[in-house]
């Protein structure tokens, strides 16, 4: 590659400040760019200038304040007010972090970018794949399921092949003042992480309703269905005589509960299907599908895939499948595509005559 040039996002992490380092000793001409997202990022861009110092490479600072809003916060709150729970750095990847990225690196005439995230990215037949970390507990391929080819073939992602305590102790042996820095929070523009208040002083209509116990009795008005997701066992301050959890979030506000043991689900119908190899998938197509991010991991049959919505039966029962989350189907540790969920079918465990 003659273009040694690489621009890298740099968070003033332990993670994207080791990923400096990782591509300097790979002989890249390394330079930083911070994002400045919105109000609560100003830490993170003080850190990344320490990093950038500490590490003697130049750092710029991208304003994506308006972008971030528009195309994260905005759905965020939509999605909740909604009865849906999503995942905004699936969206904030492709839409906002990465693309601006590659914007800035277009100005600057540098070809490729980098980032921190626990993943890999391969190239087979002229296509780019993004590919599940060697680490599986620290694996984020998830959250990077939505990345378009115009992306892929620039990202570098160099800690894919490493562990956490392997990337705290290179942070440790370059004197790295964030070496033992916790890891950031999954929603980085709510500090707090009580996403209902967030969304309340926002000034959001909130839609609200009664608990309905699984034998179809009202029970107490709940706070808000922004303030729930399919799956909740905590914070329902619902006793019932043994353990609850949210079944079902309906139209008109109320909550539906159940009991442990019907939380499962074994279909799923997904929305805006992105797919890497730009086919959709053949019925009877048997993949591994994670229905979140911390997922291990469950068998998927296709039995239905076009432009609109991809439709995935379980042969065992998945659990707590939330409306506006993401599915990320992968093929031998490879991302193959996903969609959100726009639907879940309850398992029926019931004995039919």
């Known amino acids: 590659m003659e273009n040694k040039k690489i621009l890298v996002g740099v968070s003033g992490g332990v993670d994207s400040s080791v990923c400096v380092d990782l591509l300097k000793k790979q002989g890249y001409e390394v330079f930083g760019a911070v994002i400045n997202f919105n109000d609560h990022s100003e830490t993170a861009i003080e850190d990344a200038h320490k990093v950038c110092e500490h590490l003697d490479i130049p750092i710029c600072v991208i304003d994506a304040r308006e972008s971030f809003e528009k195309n994260v916060v905005e759905p965020f709150c939509q999605n909740y007010i909604s009865g849906r729970t999503p995942n905004p750095c699936v969206v904030c990847n492709p839409l906002v972090k990465l693309k601006s ?161 019907e939380e499962f689900f074994n279909k799923v119908v997904l929305s805006q299907p992105v797919y890497t190899e730009d086919r959709c998938f053949d019925t009877g197509d048997e993949f591994v599908v994670k229905i979140r991010s911390a997922a291990k991991g469950d068998m998927a049959v296709v039995e239905e895939s076009d432009n609109e919505k991809i439709i995935l039966s379980f042969p065992a029962p998945v659990r707590a499948a939330a409306k506006g989350q993401s599915v990320v189907i992968y093929k031998d540790g490879i991302v193959m595509g996903g969609g959100f969920i726009a639907e879940a079918v309850p398992f029926d465990n019931r004995k039919k005559d």
């Open 101 to 261: 990225l590659c914007d800035k690196a277009d100005e600057m005439g540098i070809f490729h970018i980098a980032t921190g995230h626990y993943a890999q990215i391969i190239e087979k037949d002229g296509l780019f794949y993004v590919k599940k970390a060697t680490n599986n507990a620290k694996d984020q391929s998830y959250m990077l399921y939505r990345l378009p080819q115009d992306i892929l073939k620039r990202l570098i992602l160099p800690l894919g092949q490493y562990e956490k305590p392997e990337i705290r102790n290179m942070a440790q042996k370059l004197e790295l003042f964030n070496a033992d820095k916790p890891d950031s929070q999954e929603i980085c523009f709510i500090p707090d992480g009580n996403h209902g208040a967030f969304i309340e002083a926002r000034g959001y209509k909130i839609k609200k309703g009664f608990f309905i116990s699984p034998e179809g009795k009202k029970l107490t008005q709940h706070k808000g269905i922004h303030n729930y997701t399919i799956g909740q066992r905590k914070g329902l301050n619902i006793a019932l005589g043994k353990p609850a959890f949210v079944k079902e979030i309906c139209e008109n506000g109320n909550i539906l509960l159940g009991y442990a043991g």
